[in-house]
């Protein structure tokens, strides 16, 4: 390393087991890795979902947290509920991202959710989910459609109203946005001590954040990794997690 120079924050990324062969894969999508690369201005790590994991053992070498969306749903009975719809399930991811999300607000390790990342903060900390959405009388679908190209799943969808005086309004351009929409689940209950961030026009809580933590805690429920994270609305939520990383990477150092 150049003298004078700082290192780049290093970054876990929460990974997936995906039963696509035999044997089972551990995973992560590409565009994830590239909004850290690329935006957030980390060094990606890929954490591999492991049950009985010891999280502050994982905690000590990262600066960040980073909690991605996946195919899968937080398994029901994580946050006392039995299974109304047929998954798909990752119990395995779900036993290491609970308790990695419990030990980084700890040890205040910024933390930053998208879409199940999310939920995972939410259940974590003490929160509930609806298990489908667009079963809840008033609410609209805000699933993608199935069977197109990725960029095209990923298109705007409506909108979002950020709550005044909250993180999210100080942060973007303007308090209303256009985001995508491609999930089943969202948040019911809010877990104790979180604060909705942002709503969607049927209601659905967009984002939430954990005001007085000791590092960032901020989950969004749509996609600003996709398709560009170097978007104006992306990039402002993507740069704000560098800059809590390479505080947490200086406080360290």
Same mark, same amino acid.
Not at 122 to 134: D, E, K, P, R, Y
Not at 220 to 245: I, K, M, N, Y
């Given at each position: 390393m150049i003298a004078g120079a700082a290192r780049r924050p290093l970054v876990g990324i929460a990974g997936c087991r995906r039963h696509a062969g035999d044997p089972p894969l551990h995973v992560t999508a590409e565009k994830y890795v590239a909004s850290v690369t690329r935006v957030v201005g980390g060094l990606p790590f890929i954490i591999p979902p492991l049950d009985g994991i010891d999280a502050g053992e994982v905690l000590d070498h990262l600066d960040g947290l980073y909690l991605p969306g996946a195919p899968s749903n937080v398994e029901p009975r994580r946050y006392g509920d039995e299974p109304t719809i047929d998954g798909p399930w990752d119990p395995a991811r779900d036993a290491t991202t609970l308790g990695l999300v419990?030990?980084?607000? =700890?040890?205040?390790? #910024?933390?930053?959710?998208?879409?199940?990342?999310? !939920? =995972?903060?939410?259940?974590?900390?003490?929160? @509930?989910?609806? !298990?489908?959405?667009?079963?809840?009388?008033?609410?609209?679908?805000?699933?993608?459609?199935?069977?197109?190209?990725h960029d095209e799943r990923y298109r705007v969808a409506h909108r979002v109203e950020s709550v005044r005086g909250g993180l999210l309004a100080a942060l973007l351009p303007e308090p209303s946005f256009a985001v995508n929409s491609a999930h089943d689940q969202a948040i019911d209950r809010l877990a104790p001590g979180l604060y909705a961030e942002a709503f969607a026009e049927d209601g @659905?809580? =967009? *984002? +939430?954040?954990?005001?007085?933590?000791? *590092?960032?805690?901020?989950?969004? !429920?749509?996609? #600003? =990794?996709? #398709?560009?994270? @170097?978007? #104006?609305?992306?990039?402002?939520?993507?740069?704000?997690?560098?800059?809590?990383?390479? +505080?947490?990477?200086?406080?360290?150092?």
């Open positions: 419990r030990a980084a607000v =700890e040890r205040g390790i #910024p933390i930053f959710g998208i879409c199940r990342g999310l !939920q =995972e903060i939410n259940v974590a900390l003490g929160g @509930t989910l609806h !298990q489908a959405v667009h079963r809840l009388a008033g609410r609209r679908d805000h699933r993608c459609p199935s069977g197109v190209p @659905t809580i =967009e *984002a +939430a954040s954990l005001p007085g933590s000791r *590092a960032l805690v901020l989950g969004v !429920q749509w996609h #600003p =990794e996709s #398709p560009d994270p @170097t978007a #104006p609305l992306s990039s402002c939520l993507f740069a704000h997690f560098g800059r809590a990383c390479r +505080a947490r990477r200086d406080e360290r150092a």
